[in-house]
């Protein structure tokens, strides 16, 4: 069994900064690619940034310059480092990560979400 959880969130002011974390944890014998989403309230959720196992990382135009994803493999752990947030970044932030297990099965795993709130 494979689980992925996210934690960090949480409420800033407009300009501020967090750091989301993501741990997966289990019968796990590699990951690739990893991943950040993000649903606000009536919107669909949408990609924010991935990241490969071989540190190959893309980001939706709108936080580029601002978010970072960084991953350590080692522990099985990614990181979302937000920079000059604005109230538009206001959403529930999901993890995902493409897993193999030793099993053999190779899936998307979703982490439950952790909110994050910008405003003054």
């Known amino acids: 069994q494979v689980r992925l959880w996210e934690s960090g969130g949480g409420l800033v002011q407009p300009g501020g900064s967090l750091r989301l974390s993501c741990q997966a944890s289990?019968?796990?014998?590699?990951?690739?690619?990893m991943g950040w989403y993000r649903q606000a309230p009536g919107k669909q959720r949408e990609l924010v940034a991935t990241l490969t196992g071989g540190g190959s990382a893309q980001y939706v135009d709108s936080v580029k310059d601002r978010f970072v994803m960084s991953r350590d493999n080692a522990k099985n752990r990614a990181y979302l480092n937000m920079t000059s947030l604005k109230p538009e970044d206001t959403a529930v932030y999901y993890c995902n990560a493409k897993i193999t297990t030793w099993d053999g099965d190779e899936k998307d795993y979703w982490g439950q979400g952790t909110q994050v709130t910008v405003s003054s």
């Open positions: 289990g019968n796990i014998f590699t990951i690739d690619t």
